[in-house]
């Protein structure tokens, strides 16, 4: 991943490797090898960006890789061996509204791309539209490969069925509604929060994809 200054990595990110790679080597110390191999490979997997990034050409501000790293440590990590999606009702919850804001927000700028960032092509209901349609999509087909896990290999990951599914789902839509007022809050010229502002840094790090 290309940037322009070399600036310090977040504290968050750092506490998250910490963790990740805390918990490998304690896994491996006590002779809890499951644990390594989950602490290991999301650690890999929280590097995929700075690897992936300049090899298509993007430029991530480090506040997108960081909550890259900490959605797949609370998912792969603290989610599946820590078990916190038994542990605590409310994990789930958060972890389906985080990701329909974030894929609310990419598909925002997706839209942006497809259309150059022209605003005079781009009304910005239009881009909202298309990213709350554009995250929804992306919870339904969750849901729907959660449901052929279930039905093929005989697992639980839709706990109590229609109603876990339904739940999913209208977070989902809450998220992606969320993750669509900022693109439209973007485009309207609003300071807005902090999903405002991790748009505005991508548009202004990548502004030969959007025509600029």
Not at 71 to 96: I, K, N, P, Q, S
Not at 119 to 127: C, G, I, R, Y
Not at 159 to 171: A, P, R
Request: charged content about 10%; some cysteine.
């Amino acid at each position: 991943m290309t940037t322009r200054t070399r600036a310090p990595l977040p504290w968050l990110l750092l506490l998250t490797w910490m963790v990740l790679l805390g918990a490998a080597v304690g896994g491996f110390l006590t002779g809890e090898f499951s644990v390594t191999f989950v602490g290991v490979g999301t650690f890999l997997l929280t590097l995929v960006p700075f690897w992936l990034a300049p090899r298509v050409g993007l430029n991530l501000p480090i506040g997108f890789v960081t909550a890259i790293a900490v959605f797949l440590c609370a998912t792969l990590f603290l989610g599946e061996l820590g078990d916190f999606y038994e542990r605590y009702w409310w994990w789930d919850v958060v972890l389906h509204g985080g990701s329909a804001v974030a894929f609310g927000l990419v598909g925002a700028l997706l839209m942006l791309m497809l259309v150059q960032g022209s605003q005079l092509k781009a009304a910005s209901l239009t881009v909202a539209f298309f990213a709350f349609c554009f995250a929804v999509t992306i919870g339904a087909l969750w849901e729907i490969w959660e449901f052929m896990l279930d039905q093929v290999f005989g697992l639980n990951t839709q706990k109590s069925g229609l109603v876990d599914t339904m739940w999913d789902l209208i977070v989902d839509a809450i998220g992606a509604l969320i993750g669509a007022g900022a693109g439209w809050a973007y485009l309207k010229g609003r300071e807005g929060g902090p999903l405002v502002r991790a748009m505005r840094a991508f548009v202004d790090r990548n502004r030969r994809l959007f025509g600029g």
